[in-house]
């Protein structure tokens, strides 16, 4: 099944009765030529670029539950190419580039919208800061301008340009940045999966890996054994449960992040903010919804629900920035299981000691963003045992090392600090 | 989410600053070499479950408390004095 103008034309007269399912629900064979466990959007866009770019169509995706069921459907959907560091830089600038063609790609909408992100800053230091970041966004390639003051408040009159805690300076904008239907994402790369032979297993956990000698022999599930020649480990949330399966402990600390979204409202917010002071971005769903959201809660968690203390943070710096917001009613809040590493950056590598078995994991609050590239990346890793160089520094060695610690925010490459 | 401070009793937990996994109580040796110290500051078994982990009653009274608790359901089991468990550990 394939979208198209005209077949939108035809369902529309005809009681939209044609449109069949967008993937086929498989059954798991017994062997395969590699396993990606987790069905996500990244664990999604492996097999799809897996089959796509590298031919390996004889292939299945596990998921213990539903498909695009975990953080590809709980986030708030940025997309950007906004980083600093080389490592991260040349991998989100790709990722970026794939999302501009994603939709034709995939035939799919997944209402990929560059709507342009407005990150604020507030003191000379700041600026100082967001220019130079800015140069580096433009070296890779991308885009990135440097507002002044009045430049912001003509994208942003709303905002509270007179608060005297946090005065806004200016702003660093990234015109290409924006937002895209979280859900169509996985969707898309599950139907582009599916059409090109790849099994999609829902409803099937894996309970551990075989390893036989050092080499990956397949997977336990609770729809039973199945082998494989490769395995890719893509269940960020979960990472830490997945590697012990293997016998490796990861550098992971799981975090709940927590986010936001208001009753529908006409537009009024027409890009994506961020107010770094404050911890607060926004950003304004096509359905009117306020999304948005703050830091994390700051506590090792699983649960997927945050506490009191983080709302009441998040609401007091959404005031503090846009007050116009404050008679806007909340309808949902909920919190997303991040794998977040000691210094703020993903991993996608092989596992040290074990022939076959790749991971992709340690999205940290970013992963998002970066489905389309990791997928890419990993399906490369995947099929040609080598890194792809749109994500070479992402190794798991490199908290050992210190070489290519990737420390976007400069803090420090410790547990508890981004 | 409230947590029991040893000294203090009861309280909010904006009172208290998160430090991570109690692992920081059983600090390896300092020629222990990079595979060691590798392991000890950044792996972690981050369990779905009970965990312990390192607290310190920033706005109470000043001490580090180990804190039992579920990732899960955000239950507090337990909570001790560091320095007690760190004697204990000796």
Redesign the interface.
């Known amino acids: 099944m394939r979208f198209s103008g005209w077949k939108v034309i035809k369902e529309g007269l005809s009681g939209n009765k044609g449109w069949g399912a967008h993937w086929r629900d498989a059954q798991p064979k017994p062997e395969y030529d590699a396993i990606i466990i987790g069905g996500g959007g990244h664990g999604l866009s492996t097999a799809y670029y897996l089959a796509k770019n590298h031919g390996l169509t004889n292939i299945a995706v596990v998921e213990k539950g539903y498909l695009g069921g975990g953080n590809v459907g709980r986030n708030t959907t940025i997309v950007r190419a906004n980083y600093f560091l080389q490592g991260n830089s040349e991998f989100y600038s790709h990722s970026l580039k794939l999302w501009e063609g994603l939709e034709e790609d995939l035939n799919y909408n997944v209402m990929h919208s560059q709507r342009g992100l407005i990150n604020l800053f507030h003191s000379d230091g700041q600026r100082d800061a967001f220019a130079r970041r800015g140069n580096m966004m433009v070296n890779q390639g991308d885009d990135a301008i440097l507002l002044d003051r009045e430049g912001v408040r003509k994208h942003l009159p709303y905002l509270d340009f007179e608060q005297t805690r946090f005065p806004i300076f200016g702003g660093l904008y990234h015109p290409r940045g924006g937002t895209a239907r979280h859900d169509a994402v996985a969707w898309g790369y599950a139907r582009g999966a599916s059409d090109r032979g790849v099994d999609l297993i829902q409803n099937c956990e894996v309970t551990d890996i075989d390893i036989e000698g050092g080499v990956v022999k397949g997977v336990q599930t609770t729809r039973g054994p199945i082998k494989a020649k490769k395995v890719g480990i893509v269940v960020a949330g ?1 990472s ?2 997945v590697a ?1 399966m293997a016998g490796r ?6 975090h709940v992040l927590q986010a936001f979204v208001t009753e529908g409202l006409k537009p009024v917010i027409d890009h994506v903010v961020s107010f770094g002071m404050g911890h607060f971005y926004i950003s304004q769903s096509d359905k009117g919804g306020l999304v948005f959201g703050g830091d994390l809660d ?6 997927q629900r945050g ?1 009191l ?1 983080m709302k009441e943070h998040v609401m007091d710096a959404g005031m503090t920035l846009m007050p116009m917001i404050g008679k806007a009613k909340v309808l949902r809040s909920w919190g997303g299981i991040m794998d977040m590493t ?1 210094d703020g950056s993903p991993f996608i590598d092989k596992m040290d000691g074990v022939d076959g078995l790749f991971i992709d994991c340690g999205w940290n609050y970013g992963g998002f963003k970066a489905v389309p590239a990791s997928g890419w990346c990993m399906a490369h890793l995947m099929a040609t045992d080598t890194h792809h160089e749109a994500a070479a520094k992402f190794r798991l060695d490199r ?3 210190g070489v290519n610690i990737l420390d976007e925010e400069g803090t420090g490459s ?3 600090l981004h | 989410m409230r947590i029991k401070c040893p000294h203090c009793g009861e309280r909010d937990r904006r009172e208290f600053y998160y430090v991570g996994d109690a692992v920081a109580l059983d600090r390896p040796d300092p020629d222990a070499g990079d595979v060691v110290w590798d392991d000890y500051v950044h792996n972690r078994d981050n369990p779905a479950g009970v965990t312990r982990d390192l607290w310190y009653h920033e706005s109470g009274c000043s001490t580090w408390i180990v804190v039992t608790r579920n990732t899960v359901t955000h239950e507090i089991l337990k909570t001790e004095l560091a320095s007690k468990v760190k004697e204990a550990m000796a």
């Not at chain 1, 700051?298 to 649960?303: G, I, L, N, R």
């Open positions: 979960r830490g449960q012990a402990r990861l550098p992971i600390e799981s700051f506590y090792a968690s699983y649960a506490n203390p000691p908290t050992r090392t410790q547990h508890n």
